[in-house]
T-cell receptor, first 113, second 114 residues
Framework: GENVEQHPSTLSVQEGDSAVIKCTYS??????FPWYKQELGKRPQLIID?????GEKKDQRIAVTLNKTAKHFSLHITETQPEDSAVYFC????????????FGRGTSLIVHP | DAGVTQSPTHLIKTRGQQVTLRCSPK?????VSWYQQALGQGPQFIFQ?????ERQRGNFPDRFSGHQFPNYSSELNVNALLLGDSALYLC???WGQGTGTEAFFGQGTRLTVV
């Protein structure tokens, strides 16, 4: 089955800096890669996703890049703000598995004011 | 639209007992997936229900079972509870078995087994 590795487990940055979270996956058939943000005590919420037919996607301060050859994808957050502090999860899924996402272990992002 | 709702929000059970958790999907969604999230971990897939049948199952023992009703709501049952079953149980709803569309999560049920 799919295996998703996520790094780092904890990331501490100063407000205004950029943050990068990296994930690798094992199943070359995976073609949908969502990223979720989970604030303390709240539900995971989708913040951005990318499909295998594109290499990069941006939404304001958030961007995701995908390298299918290397089987890795990354989340980039620019101009970080304290409200970006949360746990971020990457996931990978494929149609053969009914798009059931396999999640990484999460990255705790702390943005210091 | 209330989104995905789960009940109860918190639950304390004793080892060996049985528990039932409930989930109502987002309006327009027909697929419900259940996840277990241990502290400091990502959500682990338990199973998915679509058209009142279990369609996919993760690596969880038979003590974990479920049901989906005609109105698409779902239950997760766990028998013979173990201390290791303590976790946040998340329900996610989507349309048409996922098909690469966004899954919306509920707030979760925090289960503590003592």
């Amino acid at each position: 089955g799919e295996n998703v590795e996520q790094h780092p487990s904890t990331l501490s940055v100063q407000e205004g800096d950029s943050a990068v979270i990296k994930c690798t996956y094992s199943d070359s058939a995976s073609n949908y890669f969502p990223w979720y943000k989970q604030e303390l005590g709240k539900r995971p919420q989708l913040i951005i996703d990318i499909r295998s037919n594109v290499g990069e996607k941006k939404d304001q301060r958030i961007a995701v890049t995908l390298n299918k050859t290397a089987k890795h994808f990354s989340l980039h957050i620019t101009e970080t703000q304290p409200e970006d502090s949360a746990v971020y999860f990457c996931a990978a899924s494929n149609p053969g598995g009914s798009y059931i996402p396999t999640f990484g272990r999460g990255t705790s992002l702390i943005v210091h004011p | 639209d209330a989104g995905v709702t789960q009940s109860p929000t918190h639950l304390i059970k004793t080892r060996g007992q049985q528990v039932t958790l409930r989930c109502s999907p987002k309006s327009g969604h027909d697929t419900v997936s259940w996840y277990q999230q241990a502290l400091g971990q990502g959500p682990q897939f338990i199973f998915q229900y679509y058209e009142e049948e279990e369609r996919q199952r993760g690596n969880f023992p038979d003590r974990f079972s479920g049901h989906q009703f005609p109105n698409y709501s779902s239950e997760l049952n766990v028998n013979a509870l173990l201390l290791g079953d303590s976790a946040l149980y998340l329900c996610a709803s989507s349309w048409g078995q996922g098909t690469g569309t966004e899954a919306f999560f509920g707030q979760g049920t925090r289960l503590t087994v003592v």
